[in-house]
């Protein structure tokens, strides 16, 4: 047992508490804050009431705060204690209040364009991420955190899925490699949340430990919880089908071009030849299991015209979205995945096509003198779809 | 120092007199009616003038020719921003002297004049006129500063200088380029930092008037923004300013997504609310700057250009002003060197004098020719008053420099994130009115935009638009909903520390201490 611990970060919309155990039964905290003038009292009560309920006494706090909200407090709080005390505060959790909304379903084949990363020790970076409409916001255990960080982010991003709004995007979260990942979930598969993303599964038993694991912890809730592989070395891709049919929680196969190229001794470059393959590989394999194929992320953050030539590529090989490190490519890549006028005037064609071919029952859909193959009326039913959810004009007049 | 106050027409107690001196309270806007003439200079004589007005002994030589003493007032133009490298020399200079009880009246303050704050605790200085933020706020906020500060706008020092509120015994212009005659500009020369406009008032209306540069020409030295005629003595120095440092953190575009895309809303609203093609005017401020790029795009897509934009000009201005969207640059200062150059290459890119620009007692200013005028502030409450000045926790942090002139402009937009670690920006009552109800228009923050209930004209414009337009209560409420409620802070409501002068000269506010 430590005598002293330290959790958090020295910034903006964070704290740093340093937890040390005292001989006394008291609990003395000492606070520096830069918002001590307004939220002093409530620092000082959040702090005290979470040590209480975590049945913690006989600590000195010292609390370095630069405006961090109520549930960030908390979870720095938490992780301090199970720290400083794991066995006396282990069956503990201080929860801050569900936000209103926060735990409405997802379907399961929603639209996946855009998801974006957060990583799990930032909350300022969590707490304005819904202003820029992603599909989806992944709160990151993995990468995104360092090492020393992990336990606490934990915490962190636990009660972000209670008290963060992130709006209507669909709730990810990234654990850790496995085996470490399956001790994220007991902190997390409670929470208002709808997607795990396992990061570098390469078989169809690392799907099924996530899913086996997640049933047991959860064992009287109707709500299913998606699993999302994401495939990033060679092996994943050897196994992509297996993976992507493990389970039936899986809904998508993700692609990590960071990790793949350095996986098979190749450089990764601006053209992606080096990954063409593997990516294809995974599109096939999504496609053949039902789940959707979902593209890695496009790191030159400033470079807007190359993330849409990026994404318009992963659309043309068969992807249904792209991952996004910086807010500022959600929107890019939603403009990527509209469709353009042109394929929406003639899916209405098609369409029209069709109603005509079911008046005249006969069953053989034509435009002109040219027939339609049913997986071009599927594809234009497909580009409806796609053009409704952003909005376009639909009206029987753009098909002519 | 208990002080007797009154309440004026925003309901807040203001003292009727300051350091000795008898104030009016804000009456409203355009309320109050002023009397009498214009001050003026002493006459001067060429008989006591040579063409060759170099000073030997530097600058403390030239404060003795000019007969400084206690209790002066000395005035000095801040265009070298945070790169200025005199007012502590000089204030050194005065304590060694044993000058004490000056009023020191800069037209702006900086970081880097953290240490005036010796020279206010051993009483070089008995109160500052002008601006003052950062820990030179805090010393005044907690009321260890010996006289009463005053805090007055771009234009305001212009008007109370003129008007013979402010008077200078001293007026002291760091210039780029001069000649021995004292004529000077601000685009040649080492230290060229761009127009001197904030130094023309002292120029004209001080007793005395030491022009110091590190740079002399042969006469002529054109342009020349600076008179001679006006200069009493030209003092050398080694390096005038440092023009690196013009670029500070409020004058750098910001990188935050979050104010990005406030600043996408601003030229959104701006095109939705018919003013794509009015001009415009963008103040210091990452989110400020950051809507003139989402602007000028806006106005390529559609092929519309603005007669003319009023800097700060930066980089980004010129090159809308290179690329024919804006006809013309009426620039007040330069917010980085790309300004400086442009200001002194391109006809179309002209200095202009707060006197034209922003000055209330005249027969017309141009900011009210402005269509548009986007700026930040510190608080905004729930009647739509405003407050730059004061952090809600009452220390004073920013002085108001062009903002309640800028705010004569069409539609003012004040662009902020709706809270800045976990402080709400949008509060019931703001700490310090610094301009009323009626000089507010629009107030856009990431998460919605309200409009103020007075301007249906633009309610109706952006009905139907995809902006998130919502009330200011919504506003508040929603920065409430992730804050939570702060405490009021402790102030002294019986010893003011500072008043906000409003562009008529009365006063609008009163800063009080701080603390226990």
């Known amino acids: ?400 | 120092m208990s002080a007797k106050l009154v309440n004026n027409a925003v309901g807040r107690p203001v003292p009727v007199e300051v350091n000795g001196r008898e104030q009016h309270p804000f009456a409203g806007v355009g309320q109050f009616r002023p009397t009498g003439h214009k001050a003026g200079p002493p006459i001067p004589t060429n008989a006591d003038h040579s063409n060759d007005k170099r000073v030997a002994g530097g600058l403390k030589q030239a404060l003795i020719q000019c007969g400084v003493r206690d209790g002066m007032t000395l005035g000095i133009h801040h265009h070298f921003r945070n790169g200025d490298l005199l007012v502590l020399p000089l204030f050194d200079t005065l304590a060694e002297m044993e000058i004490k009880d000056l009023v020191f009246a800069p037209s702006a303050l900086f970081p880097c004049h953290e240490p005036l704050i010796r020279h206010l605790e051993s009483g070089v200085i008995h109160h500052i006129e002008g601006s003052m933020n950062g820990p030179i706020g805090r010393f005044c906020s907690q009321g260890r500063m010996k006289g009463t500060g005053i805090l007055r706008s771009h234009g305001g020092r212009f008007q109370a200088i003129q008007d013979g509120e402010l008077h200078i015994d001293i007026g002291i212009i760091p210039a780029p380029c001069a000649d021995p005659t004292g004529n000077a500009n601000g685009v040649q020369g080492p230290s060229a930092c761009g127009p001197l406009g904030f130094g023309l008032a002292d120029s004209l209306y001080a007793d005395h008037v030491i022009l110091v540069t590190d740079h002399v020409v042969p006469f002529p030295c054109i342009p020349w923004e600076i008179q001679g005629q006006n200069v009493d003595h030209v003092v050398e120095v080694e390096r005038v300013g440092d023009p690196d440092k013009i670029v500070s953190g409020t004058t750098q575009v910001t990188r935050s997504p979050t104010r990005l895309l406030i600043a996408e809303y601003v030229a959104q609203f701006i095109e939705e609310a018919g003013y794509l093609g009015a001009p415009f005017q963008a103040g210091a401020g990452g989110i400020a700057l950051a809507f003139i790029q989402f602007l000028a795009a806006r106005m390529r897509a559609r092929g519309v250009k603005a007669p003319f934009a009023r800097g700060g000009s930066t980089e980004h201005l010129v090159r809308m002003l290179d690329e024919g969207l804006i006809g013309a640059i009426l620039d007040g200062q330069s917010f980085d060197l790309a300004g400086v150059a442009s200001l002194r290459d391109n006809p179309r890119h002209v200095a202009t004098s707060p006197l034209t620009s922003y000055n209330y007692h005249s027969k017309g200013n141009f900011a009210s020719q402005v269509g548009v005028a986007v700026v930040g502030a510190t608080e905004v409450d729930l009647q739509f008053r405003a407050n730059v000045v004061t952090h809600s926790d009452g220390l004073l942090l920013h002085g108001i420099g062009g903002w309640q002139n800028t705010l004569f402009a069409d539609c003012s937009i004040l662009a902020f994130p709706l809270f800045r670690s976990r402080i709400p920006i949008v509060v019931k009552e703001v700490m310090t009115v610094c301009a009323p109800s009626e000089m507010i228009d629009v107030v856009v923050t990431e998460r919605g935009i309200a409009i103020n209930p007075r301007r249906e004209d633009l309610l109706d414009r952006v009905k139907g638009s995809s902006l998130p337009i919502v009330t200011i209560e919504e506003l508040y409420h929603r920065a409430r909903r992730i804050c939570g409620e702060p405490e009021a802070p402790v102030r002294q409501m019986d010893r003011p520390v500072a008043v906000i002068k409003w562009v008529d000269s009365t006063v609008i506010d009163t800063v009080f201490q701080v603390g226990d």
């Not at chain 1, 929680?249 to 990764?268: K, N, S, W």
């Open chain 1, 1 to 400: 047992m430590q005598d002293t611990v330290q959790v958090g970060r020295d910034a903006r919309e964070d704290l740093v508490v340093e937890l040390t155990s005292s001989s006394g039964s008291t609990t003395e905290i000492q606070l520096h804050s830069t918002v001590a003038t307004f939220f002093g009292a409530r620092i000082q009560q959040v702090v005290r009431q979470t040590l209480e309920q975590l049945g913690l006494e006989g600590v000195q706090v010292v609390v370095r705060d630069q405006g961090a909200l109520d549930w960030v407090i908390q979870a720095r709080v938490e992780a301090a204690a199970h720290l400083l005390r794991p066995q006396q505060t282990a069956q503990r959790a201080v929860l801050p209040p569900m936000l209103e909304g926060a735990d409405r379903p997802v379907a399961r084949d929603r639209m996946r364009r855009s998801r974006l990363y957060l990583p799990g020790d930032q909350p300022d970076l969590m707490i304005n991420a819904a202003l820029f409409e992603p599909d989806a916001v992944i709160l990151d255990l993995e990468d995104a955190v360092a090492p020393p960080q992990k336990f606490a982010a934990r915490y962190l991003v636990r009660n972000a899925l209670r008290a963060v709004d992130f709006g209507p995007a669909e709730r990810m979260v990234r654990i850790n490699q496995l085996p470490r990942g399956l001790a994220d979930l007991p902190d997390l598969v409670s929470q208002p949340l709808h997607t795990i993303l396992l990061p570098k599964a390469e078989r169809g038993g690392d799907v099924a430990a996530v899913a086996q694991r997640i049933r047991e912890l959860v064992t009287n809730s109707p709500r299913e919880i998606f699993i999302m592989p994401i495939l990033e070395s060679a092996l994943g891709i050897e196994n992509a089908l297996a993976i992507a049919s493990a389970e039936p929680e899986v809904v998508a196969l993700a692609f990590g071009a960071e990790d793949f190229t350095r996986d098979i001794g190749a450089v990764r470059t601006d053209e992606g030849r080096e990954s063409f393959v593997a990516r294809s590989r995974l599109v096939l394999a999504a496609r053949a299991a039902g789940v959707q194929p979902i593209d890695t992320v496009y790191s030159d953050v400033g470079n807007e015209a190359g993330l849409l030539a990026a994404t318009r590529e992963a659309i043309a090989l068969g992807f249904d979205g792209k991952g996004c490190i910086h807010p500022r490519q959600i929107r890019t890549i939603h403009q990527a995945f509209r469709p353009s006028e042109r394929d929406v005037a003639y899916a209405l064609k098609v369409q029209r096509a069709m109603a005509q071919a079911e008046v005249r029952g006969d069953g053989v859909i034509a435009i002109g003198s040219k027939m339609i193959d049913p997986p071009v009326v599927a594809r234009a039913q497909r580009v409806l779809k796609l053009a409704e959810f952003y909005h376009m004009d639909l009206s029987p007049e753009v098909g002519r």
